[in-house]
């Protein structure tokens, strides 16, 4: 009798287990956020968390138009430098800011962040990333060997360069100064 009643309390542990896991998983795809339903009612057909942090993106851009800061410039990729475009992949409080004065988060620009949600989740930061080609690894001489050591430490010093530039241009917006660079 005891050995049954065990089995049932795990079983029902079980039970319990997979009923919260189905409550959160809905939770996390169908909870709408009212400030993003307000706004932008294509934020409330992402997952809860993505609600979350552009809701925040959303908050940022009222601080950016009271500090006075100028409404960020952008070709047609919509492509931001910022930390934030960088590691989710999503409109930034620099391109919602762009959007309040210049119409640039069309219906098709939403499509494009939703499609790359839809086709495999959360895993595509797990994905992304830099991707380089390695060296032909024709012959096992020491010289080839030799040639991949130094692509591989040349394009690390490249990716660290091209972050120190991203945390640059950030801080170039906290402080509100405008790029003098120019190109020729």
């Given at each position: 009798m005891a050995l049954k009643t065990f089995v049932l309390n795990i079983m029902n542990a079980s039970n319990d287990v997979d009923n919260r896991a189905d409550i959160a998983k809905s939770l996390f795809r169908n909870c709408k956020l009212a400030v993003c339903r307000k706004q932008y009612t294509e934020i409330s057909q992402r997952p809860a968390p993505i609600q979350k942090l552009l809701a925040l993106k959303l908050d940022a851009v009222q601080e950016r138009i009271a500090t006075g800061k100028e409404i960020p410039r952008f070709d047609e990729n919509l492509q931001c430098h910022c930390k934030f475009?960088?590691?989710?992949?999503?409109?930034?409080?620099?391109?919602?800011?762009?959007?309040?004065?210049?119409?640039?988060?069309?219906?098709?620009?939403?499509?494009?962040?939703?499609?790359?949600?839809?086709?495999?989740?959360?895993?595509?930061?797990?994905?992304?990333?830099?991707?380089?080609?390695?060296?032909?690894?024709?012959?096992?001489?020491?010289?080839?060997?030799?040639?991949?050591?130094?692509?591989?430490?040349?394009?690390?010093?490249?990716?660290?360069?091209?972050?120190?530039?991203?945390?640059?241009?950030?801080?170039?917006?906290?402080?509100?100064?405008?790029?003098?660079?120019?190109?020729?």
């Open positions: 475009y960088r590691q989710y992949l999503l409109p930034c409080r620099h391109i919602f800011h762009c959007d309040t004065e210049v119409k640039v988060l069309t219906a098709v620009q939403w499509k494009v962040y939703l499609m790359m949600f839809a086709e495999c989740g959360m895993e595509v930061y797990e994905t992304a990333g830099t991707v380089w080609v390695g060296a032909r690894e024709e012959g096992t001489g020491r010289r080839n060997i030799e040639r991949a050591n130094i692509i591989s430490r040349v394009r690390e010093s490249f990716e660290q360069v091209q972050q120190q530039l991203h945390a640059a241009y950030e801080l170039m917006d906290q402080l509100n100064l405008e790029d003098t660079v120019q190109s020729q």
